[in-house]
């Protein structure tokens, strides 16, 4: 039993996150708050994002969460999704702003033109299902098959300064960083509410991870 907070700062798929945790930790309070002090308070946290990293930025600055967020970071098992990856980062090519810092590298928008194995042009922002691949062992995969598939919405993608924190890949015309972890801190690119099977067990494990 415990607490799991996800940070509303208006700029998330919040609730589906929710749902996802509720159905896989029943036993857990879970809740969605723009309340510091319950971002505080909290066992766990979960920081997810949907949008343009400028106005992630903004609104999150706007709500006076920065300092909560980045001691949550510090101090708790941490889940950062999607833009909540790419806001852990010092800078982002989107609108040319910083990120929060936590870790060093930038977060870059996928080149111009990207062609698969078979020669077909693939689309920005890389939408659907697509596999990841396995970098480092991390108790988060557990009981995940190495190369399984996820979903994923975006057009930028992180690009860490120390390639050692990279636990994980996925292929779309580039290889890139799809997840990261460091310490109490993982961060994917994907969004595990909207993976089914694969998701909720990345869930399950992260709600009973002890780093």
Known sequence: MGTVAIIDYGMGNLHSVAKAVERIAPAFQVEVT??????????????????????CMRELDLRGLRPVVLDAAASKPFLGICIGLQMLFGHSDEGDVPG????????????GEMFDAAGARLKVPHMGWNRVYRRQPHPLWEGIPDGDRFYFVHSYCVQPANPAMTVAETDHGVRFTSAVGQANIFAVQFHPEKSARAGLRLLSNFIHWTP
Do not use: E, I, K, Y
């Open 34 to 55: 723009a309340d510091a002090a319950r971002v505080a308070a909290a066992d766990r946290v979960v920081f997810p994002g949907q949008g343009s990293m400028p106005d």
């Open 100 to 111: 929060l810092g936590v870790f060093a590298g930038n977060v870059a928008r996928f080149p």
